[in-house]
């Protein structure tokens, strides 16, 4: 729309236009303003006082022009330009639900349930992703959490301001009682509809555990990965003495697992879909690191520019004008009497 | 603004023809106080001029009377200028100024027995204006009616154009004075080139002008204040602005003494000497005037 250097105008009441024409008056001169004088002839030709003379109706005309052009109310039209960053667009879809208060201990120690431990899955996981975030500020994130019920906590922004607060409320209540997955993932692929598909897109989910997804659902999700070609990580914070996800022994004991059974499910999704177990606050953040490799393909989006308004300059130049031309008017000469 | 009629003297420096009888110095015989000659008896027989001590002297005995040169009464005209220029003044306008002039004319004019008439002009003779001569007193009062008829200022402001030059109407105005013997009074601001007026004058081989140059204060002198003037030229309607400012008006006094200079170089190249009003007409500058013209 913005193309070098024609500028595009729009007027918010273009009918004050009307008055335009308006902006001719000084030019018409009246013999009220002039002294009349027997033979100009006789005079010295004052090029000083007509360049004077000229500026003033200029002046006037200005004037004029800028007023009736600003009760136009003058902007550059909302606009967008093209952008391009590295990254992608990741809606981080964060388990909020009880079990994530644990804390990620080596094997064999008792999980507690303390507020403010840094070892919490919640907050070891939240510092994986404030420093995910902080890393790559040309992505866009989205951040939602889910218990029971899925909420938004920001959408899509690339202000590491809102994101880095999102992440920060994220740690801030107990657990929510209930972990349902479907709702959360229909909820993450929501955030994709409507958007102009301009680089890769990410729902990262950050879960300690999966919950029964039924079949309706599952396949709502998978035609929704598909629509808007999403892919799925999933961070999998692994509790102490269960199972790797894709356990060879005994596949099928293994199966009635919910945590893989959802692993198996989401390998049948028709986009990409991986996982990074992690069992320890190191192994967060190597999985995150992961991730941040494999998500580095150009990005390319539309930024908005809202409507700027130049009704305020043109005032201030009818301000000027109005100054100037008392200042013409106040060094006239208005008779010949002394 | 009608100011008493301010009378002044005049007397034609020069003789005049006429068979009025007047105050000027004339051509004819009669009633005066010139001597001439001496004539017989016979050739004119007026008992009441019969020289005793000139006829006693007489080698062949003949009766002398004495002839004598009669004084005549000429026609006084005023030429009038009534274009847009004239109708410009601080104060009064040049017009009021100039039918101050024709009231004292017209009041001169009774006092010692001369006809008194105008002839106007501005780009074009202004027959409208015309009043022919008349020995009547109040000559003087009806030619200053009609310079000022307020529609003359009203025809200046609204600013008809009066495209032609002035010497034209003067010229169109004087050719039916040409060859007459009388006194001119050309009353103009002389805001035009001067280029014809010779040829304009030129007629007037046999009158006697008196060259009447109305200048307004204004004119002359720049207005002491500083700052912006839009001005509007009453002929021609040319606009112009001047920034007023000490060197502008050492400028303008300038241009206002050079014209002078040049007023006076061309009237005296035709044996001239103009008469200049400044605001106001002074009765006794004119009877000066014609002391030192008589002189």
Not at chain 1, 214 to 242: F, H, K, P
Not at chain 2, 10 to 24: I, K, T
Not at chain 2, 48 to 62: I, K, P
Not at chain 2, 243 to 268: D, G, K, N, Y
């Amino acid at each position: 729309m913005i193309a070098g250097l024609n500028l595009p105008l729009d007027f918010a009441t273009p009918w004050a236009l009307l008055l335009l024409p308006l902006a001719v008056l000084p030019l018409l001169r009246r013999r009220r303003e002039e002294l009349t004088f027997s033979s100009l002839a006789w005079l010295p030709k004052d090029r000083l006082g007509i360049w004077v003379e000229r500026i003033g109706r200029a002046a006037a005309v200005i004037a004029i022009l800028a007023t009736v052009l600003a009760l136009a109310s003058p902007g550059r039209p909302e606009w967008e330009v093209d952008r391009i960053g590295r990254g992608a667009e990741i809606v981080v879809l964060f388990d909020s639900s009880l079990s994530m208060d644990d804390e990620m201990l080596a094997r064999g120690a008792h999980p507690k349930r303390r507020r403010d431990s840094p070892l919490r899955k919640r907050n070891v996981a939240r510092q994986a992703l404030s420093a995910f975030v902080e890393r790559r500020p040309a992505d866009r994130f989205s951040l939602l959490m889910f218990g029971a019920a899925p909420f938004r906590v920001t959408p899509f922004s690339q202000s590491p301001d809102v994101i880095q607060a999102g992440i920060t409320a994220a740690g801030i209540s107990n657990g929510l009682p209930g972990t349902d997955l479907g709702r959360g993932l229909m909820a993450a692929i929501e955030q994709f509809n409507g958007r102009a598909y301009t680089g890769s897109r990410v729902i990262l989910l950050v879960s300690d555990g999966a919950a029964e997804i039924d079949e309706i659902t599952r396949q709502n999700i998978r035609n929704g990965m598909r629509q808007n070609r999403i892919a799925l990580n999933w961070i999998y914070l692994r509790s102490v003495n269960w199972p790797r996800l894709d356990s060879e022994k005994e596949p099928e004991a293994v199966g009635l697992i919910t945590d893989v059974a959802m692993h198996r499910f989401f390998k049948t999704l028709p986009t990409t879909y991986k996982v990074y177990e992690a069992e320890s606050p190191d192994a967060v953040s190597k999985a995150v690191a992961e991730i941040e490799r494999a998500q580095n393909l150009p990005l390319e989006y539309k930024e908005r520019i809202p409507r700027r308004d130049f009704t305020p300059y043109f005032y201030l130049t009818a301000i000027l004008a109005c100054l100037g031309l008392l200042a013409h008017r106040a060094t006239t000469v208005r008779s010949f009497s002394r | 603004m009608a100011s008493p009629a301010r009378d002044f003297y005049y007397r034609l420096p020069m003789r005049a023809g006429s068979q009025r009888p007047g105050s000027h110095p004339g051509t004819s015989h009669g009633n005066g106080q010139e001597f001439v000659t001496h004539a017989t008896l016979f050739s004119r027989p007026d008992p009441r001029r019969l020289d005793v001590r000139a006829s006693l002297r007489d080698v062949r005995g003949d009766w002398l009377v004495r002839v004598m040169r009669q004084r005549v009464g000429i026609p006084v005209w005023l030429a009038a200028d009534v274009s847009a220029s004239m109708v410009f003044g601080e104060s009064r306008t040049k017009l009021a100024v100039l039918s101050d002039l024709a009231r004292a004319i017209g009041a001169s004019a009774s006092r010692v027995g001369d006809a008194a008439g105008m002839v106007a002009f501005d780009s074009h003779e202004r027959e409208d204006l015309q009043v022919p001569p008349s020995m009547s007193r109040g000559i003087g009062h009806l030619m200053a009616a009609a310079l000022d008829d307020p529609q003359l200022a009203a025809q200046a402001d609204v600013g008809e154009r009066h495209a032609g030059n002035p010497v034209d109407g003067l010229a169109a105005a004087l050719r039916q004075l040409a060859g007459r013997q009388c006194l001119v009074f050309l009353a103009s601001d002389f805001h035009f080139p001067l280029a014809r007026l010779d040829e304009a004058l030129d007629p007037l081989s046999r009158a006697y002008i008196v060259p009447v140059i109305i200048w307004d204060p204004a004119e002359i002198e720049p207005p002491p204040l500083n700052g912006l003037a839009s001005l509007r030229d009453a002929e021609s309607a040319t606009r112009s602005a001047i920034w007023l400012r000490p060197s502008l008006r050492a400028q303008w006094r300038e241009a206002v003494a050079e014209r002078r200079a040049t007023l006076a170089a061309f009237f005296a190249n035709r044996g001239l000497r103009p008469f200049w009003v400044q605001g106001a007409f002074d009765a006794d500058a004119m009877s000066e005037y014609f002391f030192e013209a008589n002189a």
